[in-house]
């Protein structure tokens, strides 16, 4: 199945006129456009990242249920509201305890390291789990373009909030912008993911176009949509759901069936789309990706969430 298959409708018809229509009638088309449809990424290696013995979810369930606040808090809201978000011109503003401090435009972004698919397995805090082909590279391939400082211990990342485009912290019931943060360590580990696409193309605007995170062994709050800053910082940073509920949600939020949420026993998850009803598992600690165990030796997993 492609992508183009699953996109919203409007958005796959109005790419057919897109590209039908003549050099042009294309420049003007592209300013009318109601939304940004994905387009194909070149140049992908495949994928060395490949959980064994799963299925890849499929994009209608990837794309279509999903956490984005910024544009409702309904599973179904990211993939009807994000349609008009704008990602383009998009940068990102890299800074704090860094000898070399820069801004980069998404498409100095995409040429930082060869794109490479990541199959990963994804965990959301609320229970459900799917397995997921992004594209992207390690994050730490960009972190070291700054060269950070003696005093860099974590990295703070912020996502974009345009009141005009999202919902009031109001009726998302957060404070915006969404933050997060990472150790440093966890930060340049090989399996941090900066990402720009999903099966193939550029990433669909629900899940956090143009530029996001993922972590794939912490839960699905932690790999932050939409990226405008990040700041390498000497204390802790405020994370949000952190900082919306802290009996619930740790700094650190490693995937952990021991360590349950006030309200979700963390021990299972349902398995979407995978064919079978109620697909039922057993949670793994760390998702599965026991290579980031060390990262946490002598820590108590149990206090430290
Ligand atoms: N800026 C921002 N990033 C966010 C969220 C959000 O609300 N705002 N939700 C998080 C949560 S809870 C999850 S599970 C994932 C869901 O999106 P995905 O399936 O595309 O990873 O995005 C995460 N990143
Ligand atoms: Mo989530």
Redesign the pocket.
Known sequence: MRYSDVTPKQVYLNRRRFLSAGAAAAAALTASLPSRATTKLDGVQPTSYKPAGEAVTSPDI??G???????GTGKDE?AKRARNFKTSPWSIQIGGEVMAPKTLEYDAILKIAPLEERIYR?R???GWS?V?PWIGFPLSALLKQVQPTAKAKYVAFE??YDRKQMISEGA?G?RF??V?GLRLDEAMHPLTLLTVG?YGETLPN???APV???LPWK????????IIKITFVEKQPVT??SREWPEAYGFYSNVNPMRDHPRFSQATEHRLGSGRLNDLRNTLLFNGYSEVASLYTGMNLIRDY
């Open positions: 990837i794309t249920y999903n956490n984005f606040y910024e544009f990211p994804h959301c805090v609320e799917i997921v996502s974009l998302a957060i912008p969404y997060e999903l629900q899940n956090g996001r995170l993922v839960y699905g709050f932690k790999s932050i949509k939409s949000t759901w």
